[in-house]
């Protein structure tokens, strides 16, 4: 996983608390991702994006914004929690058919 | 629905057997198929990629095998080791650009000395 790095590893927060996660990659790539990772059910993709200054939706992206001001950071935002984000949230990016991921972060929402 | 599908949810072996997972998808178009292993706490690292003309593909002790006509494939363990313990995820990507990444839930393996 070395290349990208999450920040924070930890986090608790209460519902309606807002919090934004960050992603770094110094492996120059243009594709980045944030997934979440819930018990029984495969990683889901909620924002990705194709280069600097572009993001896009996934398949669960309400609750969620994203921004890639700088094409090595990926930030994810939630803007009023609920304890249905908790969850791990894994940020990846890709270069043609490789992808790294982080090392996740874990977010509990009470 | 493109969907994957993984088999068993766990299992347990015994430290030195060999195993075999299996993954069943229906992504189309297909692009290629990934498998990772996620330590627990970790973030997942790949093993194999294998595109639609290769069926086989090996790294070290993990052979992971493709058969596109009926859309499966499969992940053999040998010899296996008390550091195989992991999540294995397979993931299939679809010819439909950046974002098209179809993630299994993965198998939950647990090597037991």
């Known amino acids: 996983n070395a290349g990208v790095t999450q920040t924070p590893k930890f986090r608790v927060l209460k519902t309606g608390q807002s919090m934004t996660l960050l992603c770094a990659q110094d492996?120059?790539?243009?594709?980045m991702y944030w997934y979440r990772q819930d018990p029984g059910m495969g990683l889901r993709l909620i924002h990705y994006?194709?280069?600097?200054?572009?993001?896009a939706k996934g398949e669960v992206p309400d609750g969620y914004n994203v921004s890639r001001l700088k094409k090595q950071n990926f930030l994810l935002g939630l803007e009023s929690a609920a304890p249905s984000q908790t969850s791990v949230y894994f940020c990846?990016?890709?270069?043609?058919?490789?992808?790294?991921f982080g090392e996740g972060s874990w977010l509990t929402v009470v | 629905k493109n969907q994957v599908e993984q088999s068993p949810q766990s299992l347990i072996i015994l430290e030195g057997k060999n195993c075999t997972l299996q993954?069943?998808?229906?992504?189309?178009?297909?692009?290629?198929l990934r498998w990772y292993k996620q330590d627990t706490g970790r973030g997942p690292v790949s093993l194999t990629i294998?595109?639609?003309?290769?069926n086989t593909k090996s790294n070290g002790r993990y052979t992971a095998t493709l058969d596109a006509d009926t859309k499966q494939s499969s992940l053999h363990i040998t010899a296996s080791q008390l550091s195989d313990s992991a999540s294995y995820i397979c993931?299939?990507?679809?010819?439909?650009?950046?974002?098209?990444?179809?993630f299994g839930q993965g198998t939950r393996l647990t090597i037991n000395p």
């Open positions: 993931v299939v990507s679809a010819l439909q650009g950046a974002q098209k990444l179809v």
């Open positions: 492996m120059n790539h243009e594709y």
């Open positions: 990846a990016s890709r270069e043609r058919n490789t992808i790294y």
């Open positions: 993954c069943n998808y229906t992504v189309s178009p297909f692009s290629n």
């Open positions: 294998m595109t639609f003309s290769e």
């Open positions: 994006s194709v280069g600097e200054g572009t993001t």
